[in-house]
């Protein structure tokens, strides 16, 4: 791995490249699988057991760190002396909206990770839209929420980079550069909000990770990643961050145009994963759609983790108690009810 100044053209011409499979004569995820696997099979042994905690809350106020608390318990999270970067949705703001992950979560789950034994818990975005970090931080309340409980804000935009080559091929990109604070967390949670995406059906804790991306590297909003086909970059993505566990907030998410132009749908619920995929595959069947239908997510169960509901452990409240159908995006032909 390397500090070495960024050649944005190199990476130009290999987004380029893979972008030809995202848009010439309109090729789906599916219509490009290929045999062998387009990953390293000795980087992704076949994917184990998964378990997922499903808590209802109804509010962001109240006992929150509790009930985060207990959702990291239930999935046996081990955070003891780790050192842990937040991966929060933070990608836009509208005070009339849900787009991101409610700051009062965010808070409430840096102390619960101290009370596991955390040695240090930082939260770190790479907002896509706005460049202004300090606004958007300020505006949305995560200002306040971390200066609350003494946590620090990293902002992954600006922070110093590291070359990480792919162990996986479904862009031509070969490498991403990476946020040295990604790279060196102990432990990476990503923290998505529940929303629906006009390009990608569903918007959860592995889409979420595009965020981990610098904009100055990737540009705004990560056009690069675009070009190389969104799918195929979350597929890259989450191969090459492989955060290690998945809270997803779904007290207030997003239905509709999502994920910025939505409406705000109520669903009185977190999701606790110690598998992204697995967290992913609960998330949208919450949500009512079938997660066989999302094509990014049947990827990620042959490599990445645990999508088959017979080795996903369920934890907590009874997933279909909670299910609340989201309303589709618009262009979310390729999602189905469940």
């Given at each position: ?127 896509g839209h706005r460049r202004d970090v300090q606004d958007i931080i300020t505006r949305s309340g995560l200002a306040d929420a971390l200066a609350g409980v003494e946590a620090p804000f990293v902002d ?111 669903s009185g619920l977190l999701v606790f994963a110690d598998d992204p995929v697995a967290a992913d595959s609960i998330g949208a069947s919450l949500m009512g759609f ?49």
């Open positions: 791995m390397s500090n070495r100044p960024v050649d944005r053209r190199t990476i130009l011409r290999g987004a380029v490249a893979g972008g030809v499979i995202a848009t010439a004569g309109g090729l789906g995820l599916r219509a490009m699988l290929r045999e062998p696997p387009p990953w390293d099979e000795a980087a992704f042994p076949p994917p184990g057991d998964a378990h997922v905690a499903v808590l209802a809350a109804t509010d962001y106020e109240g006992s929150l760190e509790t009930t985060v608390f207990d959702g990291l318990r239930s999935i046996d999270a081990d955070i003891e002396g780790a050192n842990v970067l937040l991966k929060p949705n933070l990608v836009e703001f509208d005070p009339t909206t849900a787009i991101n992950t409610e700051p009062r979560l965010i808070a409430a789950t840096i102390l619960a990770l101290r009370r596991l034994g955390a040695a240090s818990v930082r939260v770190g975005e790479a907002p992954l935009n600006l922070a110093g980079i590291q070359r990480v080559s792919l162990r996986s091929r479904y862009t031509d990109l070969g490498a991403l550069w990476l946020p040295t604070p990604v790279v060196e967390a102990d432990v990476v949670i990503s923290m998505p909000k529940m929303k629906t995406h006009h390009w990608a059906g569903v918007t959860l804790s592995l889409k979420n990770l595009f965020g981990t991306l610098p904009g100055r590297v990737y540009g705004w909003p990560k056009n690069i990643l675009h070009w190389a086909g969104i799918e195929q970059s979350i597929l890259d993505i989450a191969a090459a961050v492989r955060p290690s566990y998945a809270i997803i907030d779904g007290i207030v998410g997003m239905e509709g145009n999502g994920p910025i132009s939505g409406t705000s749908v109520g079938d997660p066989e239908q999302i094509a990014y997510l049947a990827e990620a169960n042959r490599f990445l983790g645990q999508a088959d509901p017979a080795r996903i452990e369920q934890r907590g409240e009874d997933p279909g108690r909670l299910t609340r159908a989201f309303s589709p995006p618009p262009l979310g032909d390729g999602i189905t009810a469940g």
